[in-house]
């Protein structure tokens, strides 16, 4: 057989490698499973070496990829994660709102160095979204500005959120001492659900009116939220929260790991976008916790840096894994609420700056 016919073999050999690799993530490690399994077997079949059954399966795939294109897979299962957030933590902890909202300035510096290494800004700013945890935000701009790449910068974002466990502890050790990581915080206000339901709808509305852009990603969130808070839709916020979102989050598996061909993923290109990732999920951390110990330099509350590095959207385990750290060093140290507020925060963030890049890369 001729080395051009032989190709495609190659590059299903090395598929089924990397899919196996993706599927022992969710496997072993849990990471993802309901995203993983399902896009390991999409890159599989986009990948197979006979053109007649990829032909064949283009009725299926299709279909299921359009949602990508356009957003709806982020849009919606952002709205069913509003529908089961509460939000009463942030709403007590308003700092840590600022907090989240710094991120976008390691977005910005990853995107600046996405571009200096040839990448598109586009393909940068997708990359860069990496850095908020949450692959949702680098699929919706993906899928609007650089659609050929959507599934690889998907798919990384998804793989490489499993790193936050092993890349957080030895920056919390090199950034912050023993004593800091000590500091205990005042415990939560209760929140009344009157408060719950106007930060939904203002959210919304202020989403709407100054950054258009992400109404499709924050404000399907406040949306979800808003439904959960109402008090008169609980089946429906249920609903959504559970099945219809676990249902979706299968879809978008498939979906971005039937958009993972070969010929994208073997290239260069990824592997800047991958390095990209890592380098914006350290910069995510590391200014959360030098960010709350330049603040701790005037506030006369102490905030734990532990709660900085929380400042991811990987909703609740950045959060446990801040709390996990904290009692290592206290057992009675109680900094999840924090926490859960700064990642929730970070969702926000990251959500915001995606919109705000599609309104600006994408002439909107």
């Not at 140290?333 to 925060?345: D, R």
């Not at 700056?353 to 600006?360: K, N, R």
Request: with cysteine.
């Amino acid at each position: 057989m001729p080395a051009a016919g032989l190709l495609p073999f190659v590059h299903f050999a090395a598929i089924i490698a990397l899919a196996a690799g993706v599927l022992y993530l969710a496997l072993a490690y849990r990471l993802y499973p309901s995203f993983l399994i399902p896009a390991a077997a999409g890159m599989v079949l986009v990948n197979l070496p006979y053109p007649a059954v990829v032909a064949a399966l283009a009725p299926f795939l299709d279909p299921v990829r359009a949602g990508l294109g356009h957003g709806i897979y982020p849009s919606l299962i952002l709205l069913c994660r509003g529908a089961g957030f509460d939000l009463s933590h942030l709403i007590s902890h308003p700092r840590q709102l600022f907090l989240g909202l710094l991120n976008p300035l390691a977005f910005l510096a990853v995107l600046a160095l996405g571009w200096t290494l040839g990448l598109g800004l586009p393909l940068a700013g997708g990359a860069s979204l990496i850095g908020g945890g949450d692959g949702l935000s680098s699929i919706f701009l993906s899928g609007h500005l650089a659609r050929e790449m959507v599934g690889p910068v998907g798919l990384a974002a998804f793989v490489l959120a499993g790193l936050i466990p092993r890349l957080q502890p030895p920056l919390v050790r090199l950034l912050t001492s023993r004593q800091e990581r000590m500091i205990r915080m005042a415990g939560a206000r209760k929140v009344a659900k009157r408060e719950n339901i106007i930060f939904a709808g203002v959210g919304f509305l202020l989403t709407a009116l100054l950054v258009p852009g992400a109404v499709a990603l924050t404000g399907m969130f406040f949306l979800g939220n808003l439904l959960k808070e109402s008090g008169v839709v609980e089946r429906l916020a249920r609903t959504l929260a559970n099945r219809v979102g676990d249902l979706l989050v299968m879809l978008l598996g498939l979906a971005v790991g039937s958009s993972c061909r070969a010929a994208e993923l073997l290239t260069l290109t990824y592997g800047k976008v991958l390095i990209l990732g890592v380098v914006a999920l350290i910069l995510v951390t590391m200014l959360g916790i030098l960010a709350i110990k330049a603040a701790n330099l005037f506030c006369r509350e102490k905030i734990n840096p532990l709660v900085g590095a929380a400042a991811v959207a990987l909703i609740p385990d950045a959060a446990l894994l801040s709390q996990i750290l904290g009692r290592r060093e206290d057992v009675r140290l109680n900094i999840f609420p924090h926490a859960l507020a700064t990642s929730q925060a970070a969702l926000l963030a990251a959500t915001l700056t995606s919109g705000l890049l599609w309104s600006i890369l994408g002439g909107h």
